[in-house]
């Protein structure tokens, strides 16, 4: 356990945190106008190894070279030139801070943090922080690495959970909830759509399947898994009779047969789950934990009455969650991020398909 104190004058910013892996949907931004809920759990923090924030520099700026050094292989808009190391907490666990009004940003419905910290120490006014909350950004409090410092607290910081352990108190991530939105007359409002986790998560999975493939045809399981990621394989893949076949693996499920395998990744350390004695042919492809447990072990409408008692078995006879009105479209955003950070986007026919990124968004797939 941590918390995190000012540099300036030591004073404790933060309550006592423990560290977990950094979201796939961190930097997510949904849609236009919509209420996304707190990113982090309370109590928990998260390290992101990048820089992130101002300021930016555009990619005609940067050489090709000084990229790659920092992973990135393909064109991006821009890299930030901003300290690495940023750590995303609940807003809930700040403590001692002070907003500062001057530094909105551009927001729209609050605060983006497009002007660096807008947040400073209570005790010596130090920026130490950007508070985010403006619509279509998950809400979140970024402590500004070289600002602040991380102190130990009193009792053994405890071991990662083992999988076994995952697995019995895991709880699957659902595809569909309801989204909020602003500016309706009768205040907020909502409607059911696929989830923005699931899209996320969706979109850093499919950079890692395209690059698995090699070129050539994938094929995923029917149902949901397929509804998630067959449309936009087919459509960004060579058609032929010799697909590859990528297949769910991980804790509680069959020894798998193929060499690419969805895989659940910790929630504590971000490590993909693999095989005993995997093999360096195999592609491991990470999903958020939630989000594999419900696609590995998908949850039925809940057998809990409204009121009263039913008899084991018998589910409830109301009707079950709504399901998004459009086709399922990862989020283009954590695909573009994660495709050009890996090697093999060097490839001319991954460089197409992010050139062609734009085009793929309007046809639905993105």
Not at 36 to 45: A, R, S
Not at 64 to 78: F, I
Not at 108 to 137: H, K, Q, Y
Not at 170 to 179: D, Y
């Amino acid at each position: 356990m941590f918390v995190f104190v000012c540099k300036g004058c030591g004073a404790e910013l933060t309550t006592s945190l423990s560290q977990v892996a950094l979201p796939v949907h961190a930097h997510q931004k949904y849609g236009n106008g919509i209420q996304l809920p707190v990113l982090m759990e309370p109590g928990t923090f998260a390290v992101d190894p990048e820089p992130w924030g101002p300021p930016w520099r555009r990619w005609d700026e940067i050489h090709p070279d000084e990229a790659a050094a920092r992973g990135v292989y393909a064109p991006v808009y821009g890299l930030s030139d901003g300290a690495p190391g940023a750590i995303v907490i609940a807003p809930g666990d700040v403590r001692s801070t002070l907003l500062i009004p001057e530094k909105r940003g551009g927001a729209c419905c609050g605060l983006d943090g497009g002007d660096g910290p807008n947040m400073a120490c209570e005790a010596c006014g130090l920026p130490v922080a950007s508070r985010i909350d403006d619509c279509s950004l998950w809400q979140a409090v970024w402590l500004a690495p070289d600002a602040v410092r991380r102190v130990p607290v009193s009792g053994a910081e405890s071991a990662p959970r083992s999988w076994p352990e995952l697995m019995a108190d895991g709880k699957g991530a659902p595809p569909f909830e309801p989204i909020a939105t602003w500016g309706s007359r009768l205040g907020s409002n909502y409607f059911w759509s696929w989830s923005p986790q699931w899209e996320a998560a969706a979109g850093r999975a499919l950079a890692h399947l395209l690059v698995a493939s090699e070129g050539q045809p994938v094929t995923v399981p029917d149902g949901l898994i397929g509804e998630v990621f067959q449309r936009a394989l087919d459509a960004l893949l060579p058609a032929g009779p010799l697909a590859r076949h990528a297949v769910l693996a991980g804790p509680g499920l069959p020894a798998p047969d193929t060499d690419i395998l969805l895989v659940p990744t910790h929630p504590q350390t971000g490590e993909a789950w693999a095989p005993t004695g995997t093999a360096a042919s195999v592609h491991l492809v990470p999903l958020p934990l939630g989000v594999w447990l419900w696609l590995a072990f998908p949850e039925p409408h809940l057998p809990v009455p409204a009121s009263g008692g039913m008899p084991d078995g018998v589910l409830r006879d109301d009707p079950p969650a709504p399901r998004a009105h459009h086709l399922f479209r990862a989020d283009s955003g954590a695909f573009q991020h994660t495709l050009v950070r890996l090697p093999a986007v060097r490839s001319r026919w991954l460089r197409e398909i992010l050139e062609n990124l734009t085009q793929h968004m309007r046809a639905g797939l993105f």
